[in-house]
């Protein structure tokens, strides 16, 4: 049986998503909790996140022998294996060809601001920015929002060789006292959020203008090359 799981998991406490060689990854996690109840499968992510980023959403399948056809008896007790870093939010029974990345029709990530000076209670989950201009982010955000090559908005030494994106929407609100921007997309570039986070950011500052923006998604000028925190940012949905 080929089984849809949706997770969340908490960044920080792995190496990222995908399996490591030195096994500290969320992959590898999953894949001991499977093997100390005899299921012996593969796992297939919808997409990698990396190291102290978040997911609230995160979507693999992976195939069950026939004796496990109890998916909420599943869940229950591979959670009792898991740490209390991933939790199996469902599983559900999907059709034999459904592949959780070549299917995904769009991703859905947040990444969380606050002018609140971090906690050590919060500081691996919001980010921290001093001050935010609300309206030069709004009209910044809604250049990304299209299809566009984002060769300057991605990690160098990735393995992507098409670096062209589509994003079909982009929210920037608050919420209480923490700022959220909201990216959906066909998929995403390694630190390509980030990326668009940190320039946007710049922007608020002052220090980076719309025309900036502008001139690096056209990729005229790269201005921008630092990242935001991974510690402010989540996965937080894929359609299907």
Known sequence: MNAKFTISYDGTKF?????QPNGLSVE?????????????????????????????????NAFLPSFWNDLKKLKK????????????????????????????????????????????????????HEKIDEAKIKEAIKLFEGVHDFEYFHKKGSDKENTVREVFSTKFY?????????????????SQIRLMVGILLKISDGKLSLEDLKKQLEKKQNKFRTPASPYGLYLAKVYY
């Open 15 to 19: 190496q990222g998503s995908q399996t």
């Open 28 to 60: 590898d996690r999953l894949q001991e909790a499977f093997k100390s109840i005899n299921i012996d499968t593969k796992i297939v992510l919808s997409g990698r996140t990396d190291k102290d980023v978040h997911a609230t959403g995160q979507v693999f």
């Open 77 to 128: 007790i591979l959670n009792k294996h898991l740490p209390n870093s991933i939790n199996i939010k469902t599983i559900q029974e999907v059709e034999k060809d459904f592949h959780s990345r070549f299917h995904a029709k769009k991703r859905v990530y947040r990444y969380l601001v606050s002018t609140n000076k971090p906690t050590v209670f919060n500081a691996d989950y919001i980010s921290y």
């Open 174 to 190: 608050k919420y209480k006292d923490i700022y959220v921007f909201h990216f959906c997309a066909n998929s995403y570039l390694r």
